[in-house]
């Protein structure tokens, strides 16, 4: 154990958690499969949390009450330190609040509890954003785990696919200089199946919103590891990867979304956004569980 990261286990499982960003960096089975990307030149991140928004804002700036603050591409929070809380065998809580250098960023009072539990089947990531503060909290959050891609040496990238639970006809929202498109594409979704490849990310992230399907599973049609990945107070879903044979995929849960290209409003305005009542707080959670077959 060291300051800096920290692993929980299970009889099954383990999972290493940074302290920077609180950011899950391992994921293993039994037999050693490891399930997280371990960043690289393609993309140096495993999995960040995106606080206290998603995406981007024009010309990467928040506007509140007539100043204007400079807040980047899915916010602070990868970025920064946080506290321990709770260090245990089979699971670890992890904190970030508001501080002179967040509020110089984002002039707003909060705390973001991000608990990791581990048993046999899988690992549980709870997020709970606290309005600490006496006004309504503005914000977003969002998970963004990089899985191997593939998940099993020498098997083809393109005999993945992502199963939904539930059908996802709508139309789906790409990005464009990080900004949200108004014109929509057509679900590359048949049925619940989304067929993989490096050709879908030509123009950035799938984008589901809202999604309808509560859990997706990410496999080879052969079979090998698989993953699935559920969630609960996320309203849309990012599907994401590199068109230039990056060896990862995410699979991103939200709950907010990149600035529309044609927002030019206050902060407070932009959609997407939760609006948090003073000493309330919105709880929401991800599930990853992986297998092999």
């Known amino acids: 154990m060291t300051d800096d990261t920290h692993t929980i286990r299970s009889a099954g499982l383990t999972a290493t958690i940074k302290a920077h960003g609180a950011e899950l960096c391992s994921l293993k089975d039994g037999a050693g499969t490891e399930f997280v990307w371990q960043a690289g030149p393609a993309w140096p991140r495993h999995a960040p949390l995106l606080f206290p928004i998603v995406g981007r804002l024009a010309n990467d700036e928040m506007r509140h009450l007539g100043k204007t603050y400079r807040m980047t591409q899915h916010g602070f929070a990868r970025d920064s330190r946080f506290a321990w809380v709770e260090r245990g065998e089979n699971r670890c809580t992890l904190v970030l609040e508001d501080s002179e250098t967040t509020c110089a960023l984002y002039p707003f009072a909060f705390r973001l509890m991000a ?3 581990i048993d046999d089947a899988g690992l549980d990531l709870s997020l709970s954003v606290i309005n600490t503060g006496g006004e309504t909290l503005p914000v977003s959050l969002g998970g963004h785990p990089a899985f191997n891609w593939p998940l099993q040496a020498g098997v083809p990238k393109e005999s993945y696919a992502l199963t939904f639970t539930t059908e996802e ?7 464009e200089g990080g900004l949200l498109l108004a014109a929509t594409d057509p679900s590359p979704v048949q049925g619940t199946v989304l067929p993989l490849s490096e050709s879908l990310f030509i123009n950035d992230a799938v984008i ?22 559920s969630w609960r107070g996320f309203r849309e879903l990012g599907v994401w990867s590199k068109p230039t044979g990056a060896p990862f995929l995410c699979i991103e849960p939200w ?4 600035s529309p290209k044609d927002f030019d409003g206050e902060f407070s305005d932009k959609p997407g956004l939760m609006h948090i009542a003073t000493g309330a707080a919105e709880e929401l959670s991800y599930r990853i569980e992986v297998g092999s077959c």
Do not use: K
């Open 255 to 258: 709950r907010g979304y990149a």
């Open 115 to 117: 608990t990791y539990a």
């Open 169 to 175: 006809p709508s139309p789906v929202h790409r990005v």
């Open 208 to 229: 589901l919103d809202p999604v309808n399907s509560h859990a997706v599973r990410y496999a080879a049609g052969q079979g090998g590891p698989w993953l699935r990945m």
